[in-house]
């Protein structure tokens, strides 16, 4: 089955640092998704982006679906971002796989 | 409201116990998951349905039943609980294969 990789594992920035967190995978998507997990454990929608780019607010999100990659862009971090960050991606009739998700502390 | 809501938020239970998570959605969707969360891991997938008459397996779905009462009640069951199945668990639903909703999730512990 397909493969997601996650980078970097665990980030530590200094609140209004920028950051990229970048998400691999071995095979042609046709659906990808950005997800924040808060502290409390809930599950939170970015970004529906199989492929191109898109904004929201602080936080931008970009998908090469030739090369296989996709980056989340977070500016101006708040410790209000802290949490893990989850990409997940799924091929035409197959279900989401997740990757193991990036680790971000944002220290006031 | 939540769109997607799981019940309970909490539970502790013992080896051996039967326990039932149930999951309720009123966004409309016809797809519903259940997913697993280690700690430090991603999710895992263990049951997803398409349709009330439509329940297939996931990556992980030994020691698991589910069921799929109306289009928006999809119920994860643990037959007999035990230590290892530990963990944070996530309904969540989606409209065709696109965006997915998660719950706020149940974690379960089992001693």
């Known amino acids: 089955g397909i493969q997601v990789e996650q980078s970097p594992p665990d980030l530590i920035l200094q609140e209004g640092a920028n950051s990229t967190l970048r998400c691999n995978f071995s095979?042609?998507?046709?659906?990808l998704q950005w997800f924040h997990q808060n502290p409390w454990g809930q599950l939170i929608n970015l970004f529906y982006?199989?492929?191109g780019t898109k904004q929201n607010g602080r936080l931008s999100a970009t998908t090469v679906a030739t090369e296989r990659y996709s980056l989340l862009y977070i500016s101006s971090s708040q410790t209000t971002d802290s949490g893990v960050y989850f990409c997940?991606?799924?091929?035409?009739?197959?279900?989401?796989?997740f990757g193991p998700g990036t680790r971000l502390s944002v220290l006031p | 409201d939540a769109d997607v809501t799981q019940t309970p938020r909490n539970r502790i239970t013992k080896t051996g116990k039967r326990i039932m998570l149930e999951c309720s959605q009123t966004?409309?969707?016809?797809?519903m998951y259940w997913y697993r969360q280690d700690p430090g891991l991603g999710l895992r997938l263990i049951y997803y349905?398409?349709?009330?008459?439509?329940?297939n397996k996931g990556e992980i779905s030994d020691g698991y039943s589910v069921s799929r009462q109306a289009q928006a009640k999809f119920s994860l069951s643990l037959e007999s609980a035990i230590p290892n199945q530990t963990a944070l668990y996530f309904c969540?639903?989606?409209?065709?294969?696109?965006?997915?909703?998660f719950g706020p999730g149940t974690r379960l512990t089992v001693l």
């Open positions: 969540a639903t989606s409209d065709l294969q696109t965006t997915q909703y």
């Open positions: 095979d042609s998507v046709n659906n």
């Open positions: 982006i199989p492929s």
């Open positions: 997940a991606v799924a091929t035409y009739g197959q279900n989401f796989v």
């Open positions: 966004k409309g969707h016809d797809r």
């Open positions: 349905s398409f349709d009330v008459k439509d329940i």
